[in-house]
């Protein structure tokens, strides 16, 4: 492969013989180079042909050698994590907020994360992974970064997972489900922890109910059970009534009554607690 273009000392622009341009990246591996030159296989640690080259290209000819290393580490050990490959876009996407999130905090501008607590429950695995990239940053360029950054980087890998959907749904997703928690919280004037497990279960479901709405599978509960849920459980059962409504009328989504069946069974868990 010849070299086309270097866009920084790790990160090359490559043509094959088929004259398809491809990006090559590798610890030095335009070190000493120049147009033209061949690159050596054993220093190509990944090789990307991806449809947005040319946005790859910008970022990583506009952004500091070290944040793009630093985030193609966070990618590897995602993924090595989560046992599977993150759609390519991560590259960018991830790349680009990583390196505006180190530069913002050395300026000292904090962003808090409001679905903090939901993005802990809901994307566990996604949020352990967060947690071990802000060690990694602090590391690699000694930036400490707070959880709230933990958080924002556990919903980019969560939606470069190749079943994860897209950014703005599931922020959307958990926006709601944390509306819905504080909802009922104020309704029936009750606290509860993040680490109680009838919260987390409440949580979880409230998730998976938004979730089968978006792809039209609904969880039906028989009529007889609903019935008997509303008769033994009446509080319960008019708190998510009335959370149903502020849902509708806020975020216009609308929740099944049988729905409100389940969602009243996980309330009553919670009062009991």
């Known amino acids: 492969m010849k070299i086309r273009r270097i866009l920084n000392n790790n990160a090359v622009v490559v043509i094959t013989e088929g004259q398809q341009e491809q990006i090559a990246v590798g610890a030095g591996i335009a070190f000493g180079k120049k147009k033209n030159d061949i690159v050596s296989a054993l220093k190509i640690e990944k090789l990307f042909v991806m449809k947005e080259n040319k946005k790859f290209e910008q970022l990583l000819s506009r952004i500091p050698e070290e944040h793009f290393t630093i985030s193609e580490e966070i990618i590897s050990y995602a993924e090595s994590q989560i046992g599977n490959k ?54 690699k360029c000694g930036v400490e970064m707070s959880v709230d950054e933990a958080a924002y980087i556990a919903l980019h890998i969560h939606t470069m997972k190749l079943q994860g959907g897209d950014l703005h749904q599931t922020v959307r997703e958990t926006t709601i489900v944390r509306d819905m928690v504080q909802s009922i919280k104020r309704i029936l004037n009750i606290t509860f922890e993040e680490d109680d497990i009838s919260y987390q279960r409440l949580t979880t479901h409230l998730r998976f109910a938004l979730s089968r709405l978006n792809h039209y599978e609904l969880h039906m509960m028989d009529d007889e059970m609903l019935a008997m849920i509303k008769k033994k459980f009446p509080l319960s059962y008019s708190c998510a009534s009335e959370v149903a409504r502020e849902t509708f009328l806020i975020h216009g989504v609308e929740l099944p009554e049988q729905e409100l069946g389940y969602i009243a069974l996980h309330i009553e868990r919670l009062r009991k607690k």
């Open 86 to 139: 993150l759609n390519e876009h991560i590259h960018i996407v991830l790349t680009d907020h990583l390196s505006f999130a180190i530069e913002r905090e050395r300026e000292g501008i904090q962003l808090k994360n409001k679905l903090l607590q939901e993005i802990k429950i809901l994307y566990k695995k996604e949020f352990e992974i967060g947690l071990w990239a802000i060690q990694h940053i602090k590391e």
